[in-house]
């Protein structure tokens, strides 16, 4: 069975920092691309980062270029996306994803 466990989220002031796992079960993160969305309150969903496991490219979304970091663990079959200096704009639900299969939401609120 595939299986994305997000975890992560939380309460943050701006400026300050936060990581997301995504760890997953029934395939190998290194042989797919996984992505992180993200909705904001009255907002479409939009993508944020997505890594390919096994060419190692990567994208970010302009509004978080700079701050916001993807990576992989093969060992650990996790990715993860490190995120720093993170604004009020940042606050919404967070998602892990490899299509058709998503995790679960996790909140951050970024307070200003």
């Known amino acids: 069975e595939v299986q994305l466990q997000a975890s992560g989220g939380g309460l943050v002031q701006a400026g300050g920092s936060l990581r997301f796992s995504c760890a997953a079960s029934?395939?190998?993160?290194?042989?797919?691309?996984i992505g992180w969305f993200r909705q904001a309150p009255g907002k479409e969903r939009e993508g944020v980062s997505c890594?390919?496991?096994?060419?190692?490219?990567?994208y970010y979304a302009d509004p978080v270029k700079g701050r916001f970091t993807i990576s992989s663990d093969n060992t650990n079959n996790t990715v993860y996306l490190q995120m720093n200096n993170l604004k009020p704009e940042d606050t919404a639900v967070y998602y892990c994803?490899?299509?058709?299969?998503w995790g679960q939401g996790t909140l951050v609120t970024v307070s200003s």
């Open positions: 994803a490899t299509s058709p299969y």
């Open positions: 029934g395939f190998t993160v290194d042989d797919y691309a």
């Open positions: 890594i390919s496991g096994r060419d190692e490219s990567i």
